[in-house]
T-cell receptor, first 117, second 109 residues
Framework: GAVVSQHPSRVICKSGTSVKIECRSLDFQATTMFWYRQFPKQSLMLMATSNEGSKATYEQGVEKDKFLINHASLTLSTLTVTSAHPEDSSFYIC?????????????FGNGTRLTVT | GQNIDQPTEMTATEGAIVQINCTYQTSGFNGLFWYQQHAGEAPTFLSYNVLDGLEEKGRFSSFLSRSKGYSYLLLKELQMKDSASYLCAVSDSNYQLIWGAGTKLIIKP
């Protein structure tokens, strides 16, 4: 089955620094990738949708200058949390889909647990 | 607005059967997904329904009624490892996924 690799799985950083999270589709071309954030005991919250070669579409309330998304190729999307603050500590999950399979299940990465101290 | 409702938490006994309900109101419908999520892990796909009726896959089955905006996930022969959150998600007219808040299922021996 389709595999999505997300790296790193855990990261601890100091307040004010930036962190980059990578999401790769290993055996298919992901025309669309989604970035989610999940706080403890809460459901997934969609942050942004990125399509290869174009700007990401951010959900309301998500700062695009703080959460930089780059979808440079059909197999790689990155999320950079800039000037991280403790309140950015969360579980970040990416998922990917293929344009020609709009009704197919999303393939999720294993998530990145970010802790900002 | 678009809305997905599912119970917050359910408790069941090992070996028993449990049904997790999901009701939805969305702009358009292109299918309903069920995902399982263990604590601290990413969701994993369980089932997809786009036509009315029951889809069976091993111990798990999923049912859909489009006219009622209703689905359920049925888990049989419950095992301790089934303790997880179960997320209902609907694909709307733009193929955007609308997520429910998830149902935390607790399995007791």
């Amino acid at each position: 089955g389709a595999v999505v690799s997300q790296h790193p799985s855990r990261v601890i950083c100091k307040s004010g620094t930036s962190v980059k999270i990578e999401c790769r589709s290993l055996d298919f071309q992901a025309t669309t990738m989604f970035w989610y954030r999940q706080f403890p005991k809460q459901s997934l919250m969609l942050m942004a949708t990125s399509n290869e070669g174009s700007k990401a579409t951010y959900e309301q309330g998500v700062e695009k200058d703080k959460f930089l998304i780059n979808h440079a190729s059909l197999t790689l999307s990155t999320l950079t949390v800039t000037s991280a603050h403790p309140e950015d500590s969360s579980f970040y999950i990416c998922s990917a889909s293929m344009l020609e399979e709009l009704s197919s299940p999303l393939h999720f990465g294993n998530g990145t647990r970010l802790t900002v101290t | 607005g678009q809305n997905i409702d599912q119970p917050t938490e359910m408790t069941a006994t090992e070996g028993a059967i449990v049904q997790i309900n999901c009701t939805y109101q969305t702009s358009g419908f292109n299918g309903l997904f069920w995902y399982q999520q263990h604590a601290g892990e990413a969701p994993t796909f369980l089932s997809y329904n786009v036509l009315d009726g029951l889809e069976e896959k091993g111990r798990f089955s999923s049912f859909l009624s489009r006219s009622k905006g209703y689905s359920y996930l049925l888990l049989k022969e419950l095992q301790m490892k089934d303790s997880a959150s179960y997320l209902c998600a609907v694909s709307d007219s733009n193929y955007q996924l609308i997520w429910g808040a998830g149902t935390k299922l607790i399995i007791k021996p």
